[in-house]
C-alpha cells in the first residue's frame, strides 16, 4: 500500500527523532508494482511487488554516513540510523558538505492517477489477449510488456525540509515478428494515466511495422539524410538532458568543454530552432515538483534557439562558483521555435534517404563529442522522391550527437510525442520530436532482424 | 527458543550503545532471521497454493546486503550500507505462471501473497495459448556457501577508506593525471528455496566488485582521456582487494592514461587482432553468452534483449567457430559470479559445453525451456535479483578454455605482421540477434612484425559472431586465463541484474575490421 503524507511524515519525523547527528536527510518510498509478460502469443510471466524503503544520511562533524532498510519497524528504523551515524563516525570529513534544505515550498505537478495504482488484473488479461487475438489475426508472434507502477515517497530534513510526492506510470512495449522471421515491428507508449494508453494503437502500429519490413534489402552502409521517428530520437538521446552537467564541463571532460578550461555555453551548438528544456508542469510529460537535491524544481532551458543557454550546477558545485544551483531538469523536452512538420511531410520532402523507425543497444564511444555507437532495429525504409520505397536491412551507426544536431544538419523538426527509450522498457519518458537530417553515419549492415 | 528480532535488536542495542555495535549492525536483523521460521512460512505458501489449484509453487524468503563505497581524488563521496528482506512466491496454474511478493515476512502475509499470486495466474490463464510445462527436477535439502576467506561485511570500513585513497594517491603519482575515481560494492545474498517439490535449500553468497577510472586532460587542447581498471568483479571476499595487484595497476593506469593523450590514432582497416582476457570476456559475454540463451531463440526475449542467431535446429549442425573455439557453460566454477550450489528452482550447479571444437553444440536452459527442446532436464540457470523479482533464464559462468599448451602473450604476438593487442573493455554493443557488434577497449598497442610498436587511440573493432570465432587462429596456455565478468548483466522485463563471469585465455583473431573512433567536431 502506498503512504499517505501523514504517514510518511510520522517515519522521517522518526528517523530524524533517533539521530543526534548535526545534521540528517531522512527520506522514504512506497511502491507497488505490477507487470504481465508475453511471448510468441502466449503469457510468460505476471507478478507484482509490494515494498517500502527507508533511507537516512547524517553529517556528524561535516562526516557522512548513509544507509537503508526495507523493515519499517521501530527497532529497523533505529538501527538504520545508527548505522548510518557508525559510517559517519569512522568517515573522513565530507569536503562537498552542504547543510540540508530548510522548509521549501513546492508548485505540485500532476503525475498520479489512482486507476494506475490499481490495475485490474482481468482487465490488463483482455486487453494482451485482445493483442494476442490481432497478432493471430495478422499472422505475426507477438511479444510485449504491460508494467504499472505506482509510488509515494518522502524526503524531510533535519533543517525543517519536507517534500511529499505521489507518482505513477504505465506503459505497454511491443514487438510483432513475421513467423518467417523476415519482418519485424516495435510500438511503446507510457503515461501516468492508465485511460490514456492506447493499447490498440501500440499492437496495431508493432503489427503494421512488422508487415511492411518483410522481404528487406540490402543497401551500402555510408552516410545517409534520415527521417527518425519520435521513437528513434528517444532511443538516441531520451537520457540526454540529463548529460549537461556543469562541473564535468568546467573539470574539462565533457562534450560541452572546450580548449583553455571554458565550456560552450552561450555558442549557438545546434540548429537554431531547437530547444532544449526541462518542464514539470507539462500536461502529457509531469516531471517531479523537486530535483533530485530536493530543489523546487522550475522550467529550465539548456538550450534555447540551440544556443547552449545552461549547464547544471549542483548545489556543491554552485556554491564553489559562487552562484545559484539549477532547479533542475525533472523531464526533457525538445521542441522547435519553428513550424513543426509531420512525418508525411518529411517522407515527402526526401528526394533520397532513410526512415528509421528505431535504435538499440546504443553505448557511448567518445565522450569528447558525444560519439554513439548502436543499430537500427524492427524497420528501416528507402525513401525516394517524397515516397516509401521499400525496407532495407539493418545498419550500424557511429555518430555525434553533437553534429547530429549542429546547424547545417537538421532539416524538419516534428511536434513533440510523449515517448520513452526503448531500452529504458517505458519506465521513463520524454517529449521529442520526429527529426529530419542531412546526414547520418551507418558504418555497416546487420543481417540481425 | 527463538528471540524475536525487536527483543534482539533491544537487547544488542541497550547494552553496547552505537559506537562499540558489531561491524555491521544489520548483523542484527540478519541474525533474527532465525526468529522467522521459513519452513514454516513455506508450509503455509505450498498448502495455500496446491489449496487453490497451483500444480507447481516455490518460496523464496531472501536477505540482501550491500555496502558501496566511492571516492575521488582524496575525498570519500560515499559511504552507504543497505538491507532489504523479503519474499516472493511464483505458482504455475493451468499453465500460466504468477508471481507476488511483499516485504513482510509474516503467515498471514504469506498466505494473503500466495492467493495473490494464484489470482494472477489465474486471470491470465483464460486467454494462454501455450500451457507452461515444466521438467522434474530430485527433491534437495541443502545448503551452501560460495567459496570466499574473507566476508567483506566483516572488514572495518575504515580499512576499505584507507585502501581506496591510497589507490587514488598512487593512480595521481604520473604528472598528467587530472582525476582519478574508485569505489568498491560488495553484496551478499542469503537465500531459502522451498518447491512443491519438497526441496529446501539455504544459500549464502558473497560477490566483490572493487574499481577505478582516471582521466587526464589536455585542457590546452580540450583533449581527454580515460583509463579503467582492468581487474573486475568476482565472487570472492575481501581477499580479493589483498590479493589482485590493485596499486600496481593504479600507477601503471596512470602512466597509460596520461600516455594515451599523446598516442597515434588509430588507421582503420584490416588487423590481426590479440585479445587480453580483461577484453575478452566481454565479447564472449555478448557474443556467446547470449546467443546461447534458449529464451532469446524462442523469442521469449524478442521485445526488449532481442531473439538469436542460433536456432533449435542449428544445434549439432552450426559452425560457430575455428575447431580450437571451445566455449563452456560453468555454475560450478570457482569465484564465477554466477556459481551457485543451486538455481532458484533447486536445479543443482553444472558444467556442459555450448561449443565443442568449434561446433554449436547446446543450450542454457531452466526447467520450463528444457521441454520444449526434447531435454528432461534443466541446466539450471532460472535466477532472480530479488525477492521481489520473478525468477527467469539468466545466464551461467560461460568461458572459453584455453589451449593444452603453454602459449604465451609473445608466442602469439610472434606469428602477428600488422595487429593491434587490445586490453581492458570499453564501448560494446551488439545487435538483437547477436550477429553484428563493435568493441573498444581501454588501452590498445600497436603490433608490428611480432612486437609491440607503440600505444595506439581511437580504437574500435567490427565484425560478425560466427566470421570473428571462425577468425581465432591462436589461444594461449592456461597461465593467460583470466575470470573477468559483469556485475550487473541487463535482461527481461522488468529488467534484472545478474552477475555473471567469462574465463579465457588471450586469444588471436584474423583480419578483423578496425574502425576509428574519433569524430572532429567544428
Same mark, same amino acid.
Given at each position: 500500500?502506498?503512504?499517505?503524507?501523514?504517514?510518511?511524515?510520522?517515519?522521517?519525523?522518526?528517523?530524524?527523532?533517533?539521530?543526534?547527528?548535526?545534521?540528517?536527510?531522512?527520506?522514504?518510498? $512506497?511502491?507497488?508494482?505490477?507487470?504481465?509478460?508475453?511471448?510468441?502469443?502466449?503469457?510468460?510471466?505476471?507478478?507484482?511487488?509490494?515494498?517500502?524503503?527507508?533511507?537516512?544520511?547524517?553529517?556528524?562533524?561535516?562526516?557522512?554516513?548513509?544507509?537503508?532498510?526495507?523493515?519499517?519497524?521501530?527497532?529497523?528504523?533505529?538501527?538504520?540510523?545508527?548505522?548510518?551515524?557508525?559510517?559517519?563516525?569512522?568517515?573522513?570529513?565530507?569536503?562537498?558538505?552542504?547543510?540540508?534544505?530548510?522548509?521549501?515550498?513546492?508548485?505540485?505537478?500532476?503525475?498520479?492517477?489512482?486507476?494506475?495504482?490499481?490495475?485490474?488484473?482481468?482487465?490488463?488479461?483482455?486487453?494482451?489477449?485482445?493483442?494476442?487475438?490481432?497478432?493471430?489475426?495478422?499472422?505475426?508472434?507477438?511479444?510485449?510488456?504491460?508494467?504499472?507502477?505506482?509510488?509515494?515517497?518522502?524526503?524531510?530534513?533535519?533543517?525543517?525540509?519536507?517534500?511529499?510526492?505521489?507518482?505513477?506510470?504505465? $506503459?505497454?512495449?511491443?514487438?510483432?515478428?513475421?513467423?518467417?522471421?523476415?519482418?519485424?515491428?516495435?510500438?511503446?507508449?507510457?503515461?501516468?494515466?492508465?485511460?490514456?494508453?492506447?493499447?490498440?494503437?501500440?499492437?496495431?502500429?508493432?503489427?503494421?511495422?512488422?508487415?511492411?519490413?518483410?522481404?528487406?534489402?540490402?543497401?551500402?552502409?555510408?552516410?545517409?539524410?534520415?527521417?527518425?521517428?519520435?521513437?528513434?530520437?528517444?532511443?538516441?538521446?531520451?537520457?540526454?538532458?540529463?548529460?549537461?552537467?556543469?562541473?564535468?564541463?568546467?573539470?574539462?571532460?565533457?562534450?560541452?568543454?572546450?580548449?583553455?578550461?571554458?565550456?560552450?555555453?552561450?555558442?549557438?551548438?545546434?540548429?537554431?530552432?531547437?530547444?532544449?528544456?526541462?518542464?514539470?508542469?507539462?500536461?502529457?510529460?509531469?516531471?517531479?515538483?523537486?530535483?533530485?537535491?530536493?530543489?523546487?524544481?522550475?522550467?529550465?532551458?539548456?538550450?534555447?534557439?540551440?544556443?547552449?543557454?545552461?549547464?547544471?550546477? $549542483?548545489?556543491?558545485?554552485?556554491?564553489?562558483?559562487?552562484?545559484?544551483?539549477?532547479?533542475?531538469?525533472?523531464?526533457?523536452?525538445?521542441?522547435?521555435?519553428?513550424?513543426?512538420?509531420?512525418?508525411?511531410?518529411?517522407?515527402?520532402?526526401? $528526394?533520397?534517404?532513410?526512415?528509421?523507425?528505431?535504435?538499440?543497444?546504443?553505448?557511448?564511444?567518445?565522450?569528447?563529442?558525444?560519439?554513439?555507437?548502436?543499430?537500427?532495429?524492427?524497420?528501416?525504409?528507402?525513401?525516394?522522391?517524397?515516397?516509401?520505397?521499400?525496407?532495407?536491412?539493418?545498419?550500424?551507426?557511429?555518430?555525434?550527437?553533437?553534429?547530429?544536431?549542429?546547424?547545417?544538419?537538421?532539416?524538419?523538426?516534428?511536434?513533440?510525442?510523449?515517448?520513452?527509450?526503448?531500452?529504458?522498457?517505458?519506465?521513463?519518458?520524454?517529449?521529442?520530436?520526429?527529426?529530419?537530417?542531412?546526414? /547520418?553515419? /551507418?558504418?555497416?549492415?546487420?543481417?540481425?532482424? | 527458543?527463538?528471540?524475536?528480532?525487536?527483543?534482539?535488536?533491544?537487547?544488542?542495542?541497550?547494552?553496547?550503545?552505537?559506537?562499540?555495535?558489531?561491524?555491521?549492525?544489520?548483523?542484527?536483523?540478519?541474525?533474527?532471521?532465525?526468529?522467522?521460521?521459513?519452513?514454516?512460512?513455506?508450509?503455509?505458501?505450498?498448502?495455500?497454493?496446491?489449496?487453490?489449484?497451483?500444480?507447481?509453487?516455490?518460496?523464496?524468503?531472501?536477505?540482501?546486503?550491500?555496502?558501496?563505497?566511492?571516492?575521488?581524488?582524496?575525498?570519500?563521496?560515499?559511504? @552507504?550500507?543497505?538491507?532489504?528482506?523479503?519474499?516472493?512466491?511464483?505458482?504455475?496454474?493451468?499453465?500460466?505462471?504468477?508471481?507476488? @511478493?511483499?516485504?513482510?515476512?509474516?503467515?498471514?502475509?504469506?498466505?494473503?501473497?500466495?492467493?495473490?499470486?494464484?489470482?494472477?495466474?489465474?486471470?491470465?490463464?483464460?486467454?494462454?495459448?501455450?500451457?507452461?510445462?515444466?521438467?522434474?527436477?530430485?527433491?534437495?535439502?541443502?545448503?551452501?556457501?560460495?567459496?570466499?576467506?574473507?566476508?567483506?561485511?566483516?572488514?572495518?570500513?575504515?580499512?576499505?577508506?584507507?585502501?581506496?585513497?591510497?589507490?587514488?594517491?598512487?593512480?595521481?603519482?604520473?604528472?598528467?593525471?587530472?582525476?582519478?575515481?574508485?569505489?568498491?560494492?560488495?553484496?551478499?545474498?542469503?537465500?531459502?528455496?522451498?518447491?512443491?517439490?519438497?526441496?529446501?535449500?539455504?544459500?549464502?553468497?558473497?560477490?566483490?566488485?572493487?574499481?577505478?577510472?582516471?582521466?587526464?586532460?589536455?585542457?590546452? @587542447?580540450?583533449?581527454?582521456?580515460?583509463?579503467?581498471?582492468?581487474?573486475?568483479?568476482?565472487?570472492?571476499?575481501?581477499? #580479493?582487494?589483498?590479493?589482485?595487484?590493485?596499486?600496481?595497476?593504479?600507477?601503471?593506469?596512470?602512466?597509460?592514461?596520461?600516455?594515451?593523450?599523446?598516442?597515434?590514432?588509430?588507421?582503420?582497416?584490416?588487423?590481426?587482432?590479440?585479445?587480453?582476457?580483461?577484453?575478452?570476456?566481454?565479447?564472449?559475454?555478448?557474443?556467446?553468452?547470449?546467443?546461447?540463451?534458449?529464451?532469446?531463440?524462442?523469442?521469449?526475449?524478442?521485445?526488449?534483449?532481442?531473439?538469436?542467431?542460433?536456432?533449435?535446429?542449428?544445434?549439432?549442425?552450426?559452425?560457430?567457430?575455428?575447431?580450437?573455439?571451445?566455449?563452456?557453460?560453468?555454475?560450478?566454477?570457482?569465484?564465477?559470479?554466477?556459481?551457485?550450489?543451486?538455481?532458484?528452482?533447486?536445479?543443482?550447479?553444472?558444467?556442459?559445453?555450448?561449443?565443442?571444437?568449434?561446433?554449436?553444440?547446446?543450450?542454457?536452459?531452466?526447467?520450463?525451456?528444457?521441454?520444449?527442446?526434447?531435454?528432461?532436464?534443466?541446466?539450471?540457470?532460472?535466477?532472480?535479483?530479488?525477492?521481489?523479482?520473478?525468477?527467469?533464464?539468466?545466464?551461467?559462468?560461460?568461458?572459453?578454455?584455453?589451449?593444452?599448451?603453454?602459449?604465451?602473450?609473445?608466442?602469439?604476438?610472434?606469428?602477428?605482421?600488422?595487429?593491434?593487442?587490445?586490453?581492458?573493455?570499453?564501448?560494446?554493443?551488439?545487435?538483437?540477434?547477436?550477429?553484428?557488434?563493435?568493441?573498444?577497449?581501454?588501452?590498445?598497442?600497436?603490433?608490428?612484425?611480432?612486437?609491440?610498436?607503440?600505444?595506439?587511440?581511437?580504437?574500435?573493432?567490427?565484425?560478425?559472431?560466427?566470421?570473428?570465432?571462425?577468425?581465432?587462429?591462436?589461444?594461449?596456455?592456461?597461465?593467460? #586465463?583470466?575470470?573477468?565478468?559483469?556485475?550487473?548483466?541487463?535482461?527481461?522485463?522488468?529488467?534484472?541484474?545478474?552477475?555473471?563471469?567469462?574465463?579465457?585465455?588471450?586469444?588471436?583473431?584474423?583480419?578483423?575490421?578496425?574502425?576509428?573512433?574519433?569524430?572532429?567536431?567544428?
Amino acid at each position: 500500500m502506498l503512504l499517505t503524507e501523514k504517514e510518511a511524515r510520522a517515519i522521517t519525523e522518526k528517523m530524524l527523532g533517533y539521530t543526534k547527528a548535526d545534521d540528517a536527510s531522512a527520506s522514504v518510498t $512506497s511502491e507497488t508494482y505490477s507487470h504481465l509478460r508475453f511471448a510468441a502469443n502466449s503469457f510468460l510471466t505476471s507478478g507484482r511487488r509490494e515494498n517500502m524503503n527507508a533511507n537516512v544520511v547524517v553529517w556528524i562533524n561535516r562526516k557522512r554516513g548513509a544507509a537503508s532498510t526495507n523493515d519499517m519497524d521501530d527497532a529497523s528504523l533505529r538501527a538504520a540510523v545508527e548505522e548510518a551515524e557508525r559510517l559517519a563516525n569512522i568517515s573522513p570529513v565530507d569536503v562537498e558538505y552542504m547543510p540540508t534544505l530548510k522548509a521549501q515550498t513546492y508548485k505540485p505537478s500532476l503525475g498520479y492517477a489512482e486507476a494506475t495504482a490499481n490495475v485490474p488484473l482481468v482487465d490488463r488479461a483482455k486487453a494482451v489477449g485482445d493483442i494476442i487475438t490481432a497478432s493471430e489475426k495478422a499472422g505475426v508472434l507477438s511479444a510485449g510488456f504491460h508494467q504499472a507502477q505506482a509510488s509515494a515517497g518522502a524526503q524531510a530534513t533535519k533543517n525543517g525540509n519536507f517534500d511529499y510526492e505521489r507518482r505513477s506510470i504505465v $506503459s505497454l512495449g511491443m514487438t510483432a515478428r513475421t513467423l518467417d522471421g523476415a519482418g519485424s515491428g516495435y510500438f511503446l507508449r507510457s503515461h501516468y494515466d492508465i485511460s490514456r494508453l492506447d493499447t490498440a494503437r501500440i499492437s496495431r502500429e508493432a503489427i503494421r511495422r512488422a508487415l511492411e519490413s518483410r522481404n528487406s534489402r540490402l543497401l551500402d552502409a555510408g552516410v545517409y539524410p534520415v527521417i527518425l521517428e519520435p521513437q528513434a530520437v528517444a532511443d538516441l538521446i531520451g537520457g540526454f538532458g540529463f548529460g549537461f552537467d556543469a562541473r564535468s564541463a568546467e573539470e574539462g571532460r565533457s562534450a560541452y568543454s572546450v580548449a583553455g578550461g571554458k565550456t560552450k555555453v552561450g555558442e549557438k551548438i545546434f540548429d537554431e530552432r531547437i530547444n532544449i528544456l526541462s518542464d514539470p508542469w507539462r500536461a502529457d510529460l509531469p516531471g517531479s515538483q523537486s530535483t533530485q537535491a530536493g530543489l523546487p524544481a522550475e522550467v529550465v532551458y539548456l538550450v534555447r534557439n540551440g544556443v547552449l543557454e545552461n549547464l547544471v550546477y $549542483s548545489r556543491y558545485w554552485a556554491q564553489k562558483r559562487e552562484r545559484q544551483p539549477t532547479p533542475g531538469p525533472v523531464n526533457l523536452i525538445m521542441e522547435t521555435s519553428g513550424k513543426p512538420s509531420t512525418v508525411e511531410e518529411m517522407i515527402q520532402n526526401t $528526394s533520397r534517404g532513410l526512415l528509421v523507425s528505431r535504435f538499440w543497444y546504443i553505448r557511448g564511444v567518445d565522450p569528447r563529442t558525444a560519439t554513439l555507437t548502436g543499430l537500427t532495429r524492427d524497420g528501416v525504409w528507402l525513401v525516394e522522391n517524397g515516397k516509401i520505397q521499400y525496407p532495407v536491412r539493418n545498419f550500424r551507426f557511429n555518430q555525434s550527437m553533437i553534429q547530429m544536431l549542429a546547424p547545417g544538419n537538421v532539416e524538419m523538426i516534428g511536434t513533440p510525442e510523449r515517448v520513452g527509450s526503448s531500452e529504458g522498457q517505458g519506465g521513463s519518458a520524454a517529449l521529442l520530436p520526429a527529426l529530419k537530417l542531412k546526414a /547520418f553515419k /551507418f558504418t555497416s549492415q546487420s543481417e540481425a532482424v | 527458543m527463538t528471540t524475536s528480532r525487536r527483543d534482539f535488536l533491544k537487547v544488542t542495542g541497550a547494552a553496547l550503545g552505537a559506537v562499540t555495535l558489531p561491524a555491521w549492525v544489520f548483523e542484527a536483523e540478519a541474525a533474527a532471521d532465525v526468529s522467522v521460521d521459513k519452513n514454516k512460512l513455506a508450509d503455509v505458501a505450498l498448502s495455500t497454493a496446491k489449496r487453490l489449484g497451483a500444480t507447481y509453487a516455490d518460496i523464496r524468503i531472501n536477505r540482501y546486503r550491500f555496502e558501496s563505497l566511492s571516492t575521488r581524488e582524496q575525498q570519500v563521496q560515499n559511504v @552507504s550500507r543497505s538491507q532489504s528482506f523479503g519474499f516472493g512466491v511464483r505458482a504455475l496454474v493451468k499453465g500460466t505462471w504468477g508471481f507476488a @511478493s511483499s516485504r513482510i515476512v509474516t503467515p498471514e502475509e504469506v498466505r494473503r501473497v500466495t492467493e495473490q499470486a494464484v489470482e494472477i495466474a489465474r486471470a491470465n490463464a483464460v486467454f494462454q495459448r501455450k500451457p507452461i510445462q515444466i521438467v522434474p527436477t530430485p527433491k534437495v535439502v541443502a545448503s551452501w556457501k560460495s567459496s570466499f576467506e574473507k566476508d567483506p561485511f566483516d572488514v572495518p570500513i575504515d580499512d576499505k577508506i584507507q585502501f581506496l585513497l591510497k589507490l587514488n594517491q598512487t593512480a595521481m603519482k604520473a604528472q598528467g593525471v587530472g582525476f582519478v575515481n574508485s569505489s568498491m560494492f560488495f553484496v551478499n545474498e542469503q537465500k531459502f528455496l522451498a518447491t512443491s517439490d519438497g526441496s529446501r535449500i539455504d544459500q549464502y553468497l558473497i560477490r566483490s566488485f572493487p574499481g577505478f577510472t582516471v582521466t587526464a586532460i589536455n585542457r590546452a @587542447s580540450g583533449d581527454f582521456q580515460t583509463r579503467a581498471s582492468l581487474g573486475g568483479p568476482q565472487a570472492m571476499g575481501y581477499e #580479493y582487494l589483498e590479493k589482485y595487484p590493485w596499486m600496481v595497476e593504479a600507477e601503471q593506469a596512470g602512466d597509460e592514461v596520461v600516455a594515451k593523450l599523446k598516442a597515434k590514432s588509430v588507421e582503420p582497416g584490416k588487423y590481426d587482432l590479440v585479445l587480453h582476457p580483461s577484453h575478452l570476456w566481454l565479447t564472449i559475454h555478448e557474443s556467446v553468452g547470449h546467443p546461447t540463451e534458449l529464451d532469446r531463440a524462442l523469442w521469449w526475449e524478442a521485445n526488449y534483449a532481442g531473439t538469436s542467431f542460433l536456432t533449435p535446429d542449428k544445434t549439432g549442425k552450426l559452425q560457430f567457430g575455428s575447431k580450437i573455439v571451445n566455449f563452456v557453460a560453468d555454475r560450478t566454477q570457482p569465484a564465477g559470479l554466477a556459481t551457485t550450489g543451486y538455481d532458484d528452482e533447486g536445479v543443482p550447479g553444472q558444467k556442459w559445453h555450448l561449443v565443442k571444437d568449434g561446433l554449436f553444440v547446446d543450450w542454457q536452459t531452466t526447467r520450463d525451456l528444457a521441454p520444449l527442446v526434447g531435454r528432461k532436464q534443466s541446466y539450471g540457470c532460472l535466477y532472480a535479483e530479488s525477492w521481489g523479482a520473478v525468477p527467469f533464464p539468466r545466464m551461467p559462468n560461460v568461458s572459453l578454455e584455453p589451449a593444452k599448451e603453454a602459449v604465451s602473450l609473445d608466442n602469439l604476438l610472434g606469428e602477428v605482421e600488422n595487429g593491434i593487442l587490445i586490453y581492458g573493455n570499453g564501448s560494446f554493443s551488439i545487435d538483437q540477434q547477436r550477429y553484428n557488434f563493435q568493441f573498444g577497449g581501454q588501452t590498445f598497442y600497436e603490433v608490428k612484425k611480432g612486437k609491440i610498436a607503440g600505444m595506439l587511440r581511437d580504437v574500435a573493432y567490427q565484425s560478425r559472431t560466427t566470421d570473428f570465432w571462425g577468425a581465432c587462429d591462436g589461444l594461449g596456455g592456461p597461465a593467460t #586465463y583470466q575470470l573477468g565478468g559483469s556485475f550487473n548483466d541487463g535482461k527481461g522485463e522488468p529488467t534484472q541484474s545478474n552477475a555473471v563471469s567469462h574465463g579465457c585465455p588471450i586469444a588471436r583473431f584474423r583480419g578483423i575490421n578496425v574502425l576509428n573512433t574519433a569524430v572532429r567536431t567544428a
